[in-house]
T-cell receptor, first 111, second 114 residues
Framework: QKEVEQNSGPLSVPEGAIASLNCTYSDRVSQSFFWYRQYSGKSPELIMSIYSNGDKEDGRFTAQLNKASQYVSLLIRDSQPSDSATYLCAVNKGGADGLTFGKGTHLIIQP | DAGVTQSPTHLIKTRGQQVTLRCSPKSGHDTVSWYQQALGQGPQFIFQYYEEEERQRGNFPDRFSGHQFPNYSSELNVNALLLGDSALYLC?????????????FGPGTRLLVL
């Protein structure tokens, strides 16, 4: 079992709809969870961080964490064509640890 | 507030050569992590430097080495380059905030080994 798993996609969503991205992780001691957005040819850009169970909202983005199910998700409301990118889920066990990434989900927002 | 910077942006080397990549962290950040991202994959953790010492290392051979300077900047060195070392090399910096560390990435160095 891979440490961090994501559906590679592509995930195609109409403009204005809600995009839902999912991620599961295997290590129960994971403490910190991150979503990064990566445009083609660019470096990852932090979108959201979440540390405790529940929802965290920031503008059009909502991160959801369920540690019992080892599941983290990202919702993007009112999707825009500029949201088209690869979304990387990353976890770590604590401050001193490097991030473990999934392979990313390729999201396409159709105008 | 300057973000994470990396140099060079692109590099072409041949097999067997050695390469040094450089990273300057965001202002106020004391920790630097290095990642390798192959095409179509997520970044893979190479190692992390804090207080000028390697604090943690991923599953990479000792051909990959690094250094952190007193001003928190860092270098990644790769010896005896292989074709498979061709990738985007990412530097990320962080600092502790309420017990957690959020890593911010630089623009990366794209290395091509021929």
């Amino acid at each position: 079992q891979k440490e961090v798993e994501q559906n590679s996609g592509p995930l195609s969503v109409p403009e204005g709809a809600i995009a839902s991205l999912n991620c599961t992780y295997s290590d129960r001691v994971s403490q910190s969870f991150f979503w990064y957005r990566q445009y083609s040819g660019k470096s990852p850009e932090l979108i959201m961080s979440i540390y405790s169970n529940g929802d965290k909202e920031d503008g059009r983005f909502t991160a959801q964490l369920n540690k019992a199910s080892q599941y983290v998700s990202l919702l993007i409301r009112d999707s825009q064509p500029s949201d088209s990118a690869t979304y990387l889920c990353a976890v770590n066990k604590g401050g001193a640890d490097g991030l473990t990434f999934g392979k990313g989900t390729h999201l396409i927002i159709q105008p | 507030d300057a973000g994470v910077t990396q140099s060079p942006t692109h590099l072409i080397k041949t097999r067997g050569q050695q390469v040094t990549l450089r990273c300057s962290p965001k202002s106020g950040h004391d920790t630097v992590s290095w990642y390798q991202q192959a095409l179509g994959q997520g970044p893979q953790f190479i190692f992390q430097y804090y207080e000028e010492e390697e604090r943690q290392r991923g599953n990479f051979p000792d051909r990959f080495s690094g250094h952190q300077f007193p001003n928190y900047s860092s270098e990644l060195n790769v010896n005896a380059l292989l074709l498979g070392d061709s990738a985007l090399y990412l530097c990320a910096s962080s600092r502790p905030t309420r017990g957690y560390r959020t890593q911010y990435f630089g623009p990366g160095t794209r290395l091509l080994v021929l």
